[in-house]
Nanobody, 118 residues
């Protein structure tokens, strides 16, 4: 079982930035983030493989950058130019396969709240 521990969520004003981190219990192939806003389905935000192949969701492209440190088993996501619609619970995810959709996810973190509000 892979353990995922998220950190870095919080309250930020529109236009601001946040950096989320997630440390895993092992060096797993694909890591990333999904999010779920109230009343909405979980959606892919960004994922990255061990060899740095990335996938970004259409709503965040250009505002989000995902990276990972394989030596630390940690994935990072820098979010800039945040808007109200980015408010959601953000879940760290992991899989032994490339993550293109929710069906590819094998492990989920508990989630961290990101709130964008003035």
């Amino acid at each position: 079982q892979v353990q995922l521990v998220e950190s870095g969520g919080g309250l930020v004003q529109p236009g601001g930035s946040l950096r989320l981190s997630c440390t895993t219990s092992g060096n797993i192939y694909s890591l990333g983030w999904f999010r779920q806003a109230p009343g909405m389905q979980r959606e892919l935000v960004a994922t990255i493989t061990r060899d740095n192949s990335t996938v970004y969701g259409p709503d965040v492209k250009g505002r989000v950058a995902i990276s990972r440190d394989n030596a630390k088993n940690t994935v990072y996501m820098q979010m800039d130019s945040l808007i109200d619609e980015d408010t959601a619970v953000y879940y760290c995810v992991a899989s032994r396969y490339h993550i293109f959709a929710r069906a590819n996810v094998q492990y989920w973190g508990r989630g961290t709240q990101v709130s964008v509000s003035s």
